[in-house]
């Protein structure tokens, strides 16, 4: 990798991680392991889950869905990663499978990290084990998160609304980067309901659909909607 590159801390990911993510790029830049960076189109999968974890992927730029699926093929999505997560880190600090799928839903760029060079830089350099505990625990609560967004005796049209809220944090304008079938393995729900409770908020002028995005016209609504 081009040095210029080697030292470049994306904005997005600084914003999302900030100290961690900077201390983990640079002593990953500094010990000069063989970090691959690579450019991932829509639709590529990272690793399987239960495929052997042979090491971490750092999202620099672009997101990506982390799933799970059952025995009988129901896919269930956890999160949506984004640019400064580290994914698959548990399961490579863990030397065990990858307990998760994951596939970019935009354009992506990563940087991979060979397992037996990350635990060698980690004992080599106790910011860079503080730096990825930081991290991981980060993930763990933003899945404890989604967890209880899924398990609480909630209904679909409220997780939809807490889903919604979530994504309108920055703004009003939700870009469109996931299918119906998508936003319903997020919800735990059918993509039939899904299409049937967004037709019905548009119908209440609560958010107004397009073709590539959703606007959060009555957010007062949708919060009450989100806790009923």
């Not at 210029?4 to 201390?23: N, P, Y």
């Not at 400064?84 to 990290?113: M, Q, W």
């Not at 609480?152 to 997780?159: D, E, F, G, I, K």
Request: charged share 25%.
């Amino acid at each position: 990798m081009p040095s210029a590159q080697k030292q470049e801390i994306d904005e997005a990911a600084m914003g999302r991680h900030g100290a961690d993510f900077r201390s983990l790029l640079q002593a990953i830049h500094a010990s000069n392991i063989s970090n691959l960076s690579l450019v991932h189109p829509r639709g590529k999968v990272l690793f399987v889950e239960g495929e052997s974890a042979r090491g971490v992927f750092i999202l620099r730029t672009g997101r990506a869905t982390i799933s799970i699926s059952s025995s009988e093929g129901r896919v269930v999505i956890l999160r949506i990663a984004q640019a400064g997560d580290v994914l698959g880190l548990n399961s490579v600090l863990r030397h065990a499978s990858y307990n998760t799928t994951v596939k970019t839903v935009e354009p992506c760029r990563t940087e991979f990290i060979p397992r037996r060079e990350l635990i060698d830089l980690m004992e080599r350099s106790q910011p860079t084990a503080q730096a990825i505990a930081q991290l991981l625990g980060r993930e763990v609560a933003e899945l404890t998160d989604r967890a209880r967004l899924l398990l609480l005796p909630q209904t679909a049209n409220a997780r939809l609304a807490q889903l919604l809220l979530e994504w309108s944090e920055d703004g009003p304008t939700i870009t469109k980067s996931f299918t119906h079938e998508e936003i319903a393995h997020m919800i735990s729900c059918s993509r039939e309901t899904v299409t049937r409770l967004l037709a019905g908020l548009n119908r209440r002028r609560i958010i107004r659909v397009t073709s590539d995005s959703i606007l959060i016209s009555d957010r007062a609504a949708l919060q009450k909607i989100a806790v009923g």
